[in-house]
């Protein structure tokens, strides 16, 4: 365990960005400021609004310095965003949205140079969820503002360069289906050359590196001076403290707006790039076989849809759900998941109340989730972390699927917690939930059903 008292971790997430302080001795969060992370529509393409954020983060980080007080910053962010920066260090073009779809004569042009999934273990995906996606898109759509990008940074360490002056790249946000990374060899992949760009690529540190302090005018600004820590790809964070303490295998279903299923103690050989299996980068450089799905955004979705339905209303409703076939298939949010091309319909759901409707929702969430671990061999008991662990509708039917040990973190997203054992705080000990598996009567068929209805 370090020597600092407590950690600030700015920890920002495709939907919300927040700044958490953390005591190392316990690992508990004991303050935390939030705001939405918002997309600016106008310009070359939508991108994120980072003057708001940053004016976020040093608010946060000012009103935090004296109370509770922290002694360093962690960062982590989502991934499938990088900062292209000019001579003078500012942006030379803004933080494109990955959900910005690009011109059909582009993506068949980055489709014909990319590199294989053998080499590089990151599917094609949709939108910009290939950061090299994104930087050949934007180096061909705009040349003239592309050739002023001096330095590429992967999205935490651009956070960590603002605050330093630190220019870094880091192997968790490199390898997280960027097809710029190759994670058997733990370099570059040939994608940096095809694109002309390896000299622009900052320098690669360790998550765990502290970079330096905080810049002299934001030390004034915040009112203390503090080391900064390079950061880490927010999956990857959830993913850090089972690393710590837990013997493979096991798998960790981290859950945010993000579904992210990681195989701890698996291999990559039978992982089926058409289904958005693919190598995650831990933040020790090792390759970890992941799955995923828009799960969070999937249920806010169909939340909104349904209405605010309790567990133990949920729960209630379930056998009737199972045996009258109520069913929702896949994808509510299209372009990712283990179901590519699928389009989201209920089945007898004619006259459904809210409540089943919602249990059908968490039946489908369950599924999802158990296809996706099916597609990189998870052996081992499931944990669950994030939002969804609040969920114990989900959380039951998980343990009765898969037929596995399932244990819930609930009360944390798991990221900030994460980032902040980069600076040597103790992981936090929290309660686990354990959902052992269960006989729901009819599930093995229903299941059988639902699997079936998309063939």
């Given at each position: 365990m370090s020597d600092y008292r407590r950690i600030a971790v700015l920890d920002i997430g495709k939907t919300n960005a927040k700044v958490v302080v953390l005591d190392s001795a316990t690992g508990a969060e004991i303050a935390v400021r939030k705001q939405p992370n918002t997309v600016i529509r106008d310009g070359l393409y939508p991108h994120y609004d980072i003057e708001a954020l940053w004016s976020f983060a040093l608010a946060s980080l000012k009103a935090f310095a004296s109370e509770p007080g922290f002694d360093a910053i962690s960062i982590t962010t989502h991934g499938a965003a990088a900062a292209l920066l000019a001579a003078d260090g500012k942006l030379a073009m803004p933080v494109i949205d990955y959900e910005h779809e690009?011109?059909?004569e582009i993506r068949d042009a980055y489709d014909a140079l990319r590199p294989?999934?053998?080499?590089?273990?990151?599917p094609r995906l949709s939108m910009g969820l290939n950061i090299g996606a994104q930087l050949h898109y934007q180096k061909t759509a705009f040349a003239g503002e592309f050739a002023k990008v001096?330095?590429?940074l992967t999205y935490a360490q651009y956070w960590s360069a603002r605050l330093t002056g630190v220019a870094a790249n880091e192997a968790t946000s490199l390898g997280c289906h960027t097809d710029l990374w190759n994670p058997k060899t733990g370099v570059y992949s040939s994608l940096v050359d095809t694109l002309a760009i390896r000299d622009r690529m900052a320098p690669?540190?360790?998550?765990f590196d502290p970079l330096g302090p905080v810049l002299p005018d934001i030390a004034e600004e915040i009112g203390l001076s503090v080391p900064v820590y390079c950061g880490i790809h927010d999956s990857n964070a959830s993913l850090l403290p089972h690393l710590v303490g837990r013997e493979a295998p096991f798998a960790v279903v981290s859950t945010g707006t993000w579904v992210i299923n990681f195989g701890v103690g698996g291999d990559l050989a039978h992982l089926d790039a058409k289904r958005d299996a693919l190598a995650n980068v831990d933040a020790y450089g090792r390759a970890v076989p992941s799955s995923r799905f828009m799960g969070g955004r999937e249920f806010e979705i169909l939340s909104a849809e349904i209405g605010k339905v309790g567990d133990a209303e949920a729960k209630a409703v379930i056998a009737d759900v199972v045996e009258r076939g109520i069913m929702l298939l896949p994808n509510v949010a299209p372009g990712s998941g283990p179901f590519p091309g699928k389009v989201s319909r209920w089945?007898?759901?004619e006259?459904?109340?809210c409540d089943e409707?919602?249990?059908?929702?968490?039946?489908?969430?369950?599924l999802m989730t158990e296809a996706c671990l099916g597609l990189i061999g998870v052996k081992g008991p499931i944990i669950v972390e994030g939002p969804f662990a609040l969920n114990e509708t989900y959380l039951s039917l998980i343990a009765a699927i898969t037929g596995r040990d399932t244990m819930a973190l609930p009360g944390s997203t798991g990221t900030s917690q994460g980032a902040a054992l980069l600076a040597g705080i103790k992981p936090v000990s929290g309660v686990e939930k354990h959902f052992s598996p269960q006989a729901i009567p009819g599930l093995p068929a229903y299941r059988e059903r639902w699997y079936a209805a998309m063939e």
């Open positions: 690009y011109p059909q294989p999934f053998a080499e590089t273990f990151s001096a330095t590429i690669i540190h360790s998550a089945i007898n759901a006259d459904a109340s409707r919602y249990a059908a929702a968490c039946l489908y969430l369950a």
